[in-house]
């Protein structure tokens, strides 16, 4: 089915801004579909530290590529990718308008932009770089990633495990930065993409919602969420325990840090993701901002007016 001047939507935002409500909001109100788009969602049995909505709440609004994965599998964004134009495609088939919704900037840049061909994962090489990271950390490998392809270090922080593994990768593979191999065009270039960004005016409300969220995931139970997974075979270094939340919960478990120290790190690596997210929206064209929603409208309904447009 062509794609040409169909519309989809985009829900973009910080973490802890709401994006779940707004898309079901939407749903409420209209045709749509919803898809995913947060890396951490993906896998099964990771609820508590990921946010995930509960399953009476995934019942009453469907959302697509949630618990696609198990946590020792990896998803990368060309499967994000590929997945995601399949499900666009199978909505504008049923009628329905595809919502996208998410935090994971890299998998929205990957349908805007289009993907780079880049090499599949190999096994032995990722195994090798990750018991390289064991013996000098993530930084260290960054600082060799940075001598390769400098361009790639600078967009990726010393600590995102996931992208120094994957950059380091590619360049390895390929002999060549990431920046010079071939891009494929974007299958939703002749869509009309409607990009919302959620936010707020005042970024000490966004940090109050950070901690209060970190806040009901430790009250939830994520440190036995945590235990529950190593105790089912995953293992520590695989890319899903990498994620916040997780990644100091394992510290704690492990006796490197106390639990507070642990909370207080996830709460911090929390508001530093959120920072590059606001960061990578603010460099986004034709953005449309939609502040402070969830404060002042609880019920969304001025956020749906402003989608009517798109939607009819």
Request: charged share 25%.
């Amino acid at each position: 089915m062509s794609l040409h001047n169909k519309p989809v939507i985009f829900i973009m935002g910080p973490t802890a801004t709401g994006k779940t409500d707004a898309a079901a909001a939407l749903f409420d109100r209209f045709p749509v579909s919803i898809i995913s788009v947060d890396s951490s969602l993906v896998y099964r049995g990771m609820n508590i530290g990921t946010a995930k909505p509960d399953d009476e709440f995934l019942a009453r609004y469907p959302h697509h590529l949630v618990n696609v994965r198990e946590p020792m599998q990896t998803y990368s964004a060309a499967e994000f990718h590929d997945d995601a134009i399949e499900l666009i495609r199978q909505a504008h088939a049923q009628g329905r308008v595809p919502v996208l919704v998410g935090g994971t900037f890299f998998y929205f840049n990957a349908l805007e932009q289009g993907l780079d061909k880049l090499p599949a994962a190999q096994d032995d090489l990722r195994k090798s770089i990750s018991a390289q990271a064991g013996e000098i950390g993530w930084p260290g490998l960054h600082e060799r990633l940075a001598k390769l392809d400098p361009e790639s270090a600078l967009r990726i922080q010393p600590n995102d495990a996931q992208r120094v593994q994957r950059a380091l990768e590619i360049v390895m593979t390929t002999g060549m930065p990431i920046d010079r191999t071939k891009r494929r065009s974007s299958e939703l270039a002749d869509c009309q993409i409607i990009k919302i960004g959620l936010g707020f005016s005042d970024r000490l409300e966004l940090h109050k919602r950070i901690e209060l969220r970190y806040q009901l995931m430790l009250d939830a139970g994520l440190v036995a969420e945590v235990e529950g997974l190593l105790a089912a075979g995953v293992q520590p270094d695989t890319t899903a325990m990498r994620m916040i939340g997780y990644r100091q919960t394992l510290e704690y478990l492990n006796g490197d840090i106390s639990f507070k120290a642990a909370q207080l790190k996830g709460v911090a690596a929390t508001r530093q993701l959120a920072k590059r997210q606001l960061t990578w929206m603010r460099n986004q064209s034709n953005l449309i901002w939609w502040v402070d929603t969830g404060l002042k409208d609880k019920n969304f309904i001025q956020f749906g007016n402003l989608c009517e447009q798109y939607l009819r």
